[in-house]
């Protein structure tokens, strides 16, 4: 049985603050997003734990602080749409849908994003949309965006998400070496100049990966012999 959420999230929320989260809207999104309903069920005892967690699919949901400090690094105002590219379980797109007006989420595993957009539902998160697509390609029709986040770590800044970034935007990303060895968070702000780069976490999240996985084989309908 799923136990009351309060107070294991109230405890994470201290260690949150402990450990380098102040900003107050950041932690009240995260207060309002039950982590429980985004991990499987072997791992619910560990659902409010700051630790990452298994989602299927080779993935993980992050880990709460380093969700909360990108959160924060990305400086997100009520009125902005935001991009978040790798969608995952959904619980960082639950926390950004509390802070800005509208999110566009984008993941290359189907199974995934059909999971995530249950849970959407059921939290009656509306201003989120997501889709299966190559996130590495951002959401042309959908960009410029004032802000946005990647959830997979690439040796290079995708070209494409600092053109779809508005000016002045900020984009936060995990970059480095895809092996999960010597990644470091960074906050990209788009300047007249191009880019400023500001490293401020090391981390270690799964690989973007460019296109989407081969879909298994379906064999094609069998036609009835006339
Ligand atoms: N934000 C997620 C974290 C999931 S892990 C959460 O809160 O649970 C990173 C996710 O990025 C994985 O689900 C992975 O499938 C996805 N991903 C990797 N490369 C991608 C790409 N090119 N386009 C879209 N999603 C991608």
Same mark, same amino acid.
């Given at each position: 049985m799923r136990k009351a959420a309060e107070p294991r999230i109230i405890r994470l929320l201290m260690e949150l603050r402990r450990m380098g989260v102040s900003d107050t809207r950041v932690l009240s999104a995260?207060?309002?997003?039950?982590?429980?309903?985004?991990? +499987?069920?072997?791992?619910l005892d560990q659902a409010y734990e700051n630790t990452a967690l298994p989602i299927g699919c080779g993935q993980t949901v992050s880990q709460p602080l380093v969700v909360g400090l990108m959160s924060e690094a990305l400086d997100v @105002?009520? !009125?902005?749409k935001v991009l978040e590219v790798g969608t995952g379980s959904g619980y960082q797109a639950a926390v950004l849908a509390h802070l800005c007006r509208r999110l566009y989420s984008v993941e290359r595993h189907k199974p995934l994003l059909l999971q995530a957009e249950e849970r959407f539902k059921r939290l009656r998160l509306?201003?989120?949309? +997501? !889709?299966?697509a190559d996130g590495s390609r951002g959401w042309p029709e959908q960009a410029p965006f004032d802000r946005i986040m990647v959830?997979?770590? +690439? *040796?290079?800044?995708? *070209?494409?998400?600092?053109?779809?970034?508005?000016?002045d935007g900020i984009m936060v990303l995990p970059l480095g070496d895809v092996g @999960?060895?010597?990644?470091?968070?960074?906050?990209?702000?788009?300047?007249? !100049? @191009?880019?400023?780069?500001?490293p401020f976490l090391p981390? !270690?999240?799964v690989p973007l990966v460019e296109g989407l996985?081969?879909?298994p084989a379906i064999a094609p309908p069998a036609r009835p012999r006339l």
């Open positions: 995260i207060e309002r997003v039950p982590r429980d309903l985004f991990v +499987a069920d072997p791992f @105002g009520e !009125r902005m509306h201003n989120i949309t +997501a !889709r299966v959830t997979a770590a +690439a *040796p290079d800044i995708p *070209p494409a998400l600092v053109e779809q970034l508005k000016p @999960g060895q010597d990644q470091e968070l960074v906050r990209i702000t788009k300047t007249d !100049r @191009g880019i400023d780069i500001h981390v !270690r999240f996985p081969e879909s």
